[in-house]
């Protein structure tokens, strides 16, 4: 059964940092691309990173470039979120996701796998 698990969300304050976890167990994601979404309260589900785990190379939504880095531990199956200067519109609820293929779609609907979930919350 495949399971993704993100931890490390938490409380911080604008211009602080946190970094988020997705442990990944049940199959192997080696030509996947893993994502991090985020869902605001009242607003859709975005896309905010993805890295392509064949080739490491990242992808990043323009609202998070430079501040945010998206990154994986092979011997951990974990992919990490980095996020650096967070800013009180950051607030949500983000997600790590998993969808087969290298490409860089953004699309929620090409990722098939789906962690629960962790909250962020950036204080003004």
């Known amino acids: 059964q495949v399971q993704l698990v993100e931890s490390g969300g938490g409380l911080v304050q604008a211009g602080g940092s946190l970094r988020l976890s997705c442990a990944a167990s049940?199959?192997?994601?080696?030509?996947?691309?893993m994502g991090w979404f985020r869902q605001a309260p009242g607003k859709e589900r975005e896309f905010v990173a993805l890295?392509?785990?064949?080739?490491?190379?990242?992808y990043y939504t323009d609202s998070v470039k430079g501040r945010f880095t998206v990154s994986r531990d092979n011997a951990k199956n974990t992919v990490y979120l980095q996020m650096n200067g967070l800013k009180p519109e950051d607030t949500a609820v983000y997600y790590c996701?998993?969808?087969?293929?290298?490409?860089?779609?953004?699309?929620?609907?090409?990722?098939?796998?789906w962690g629960q979930g962790t909250q962020v919350t950036v204080s003004s």
């Open positions: 049940g199959r192997t994601f080696s030509s996947w691309r």
């Open positions: 996701a998993a969808g087969p293929g290298g490409g860089y779609s953004t699309s929620l609907l090409t990722y098939d796998y």
């Open positions: 890295i392509k785990l064949s080739t490491d190379i990242t």
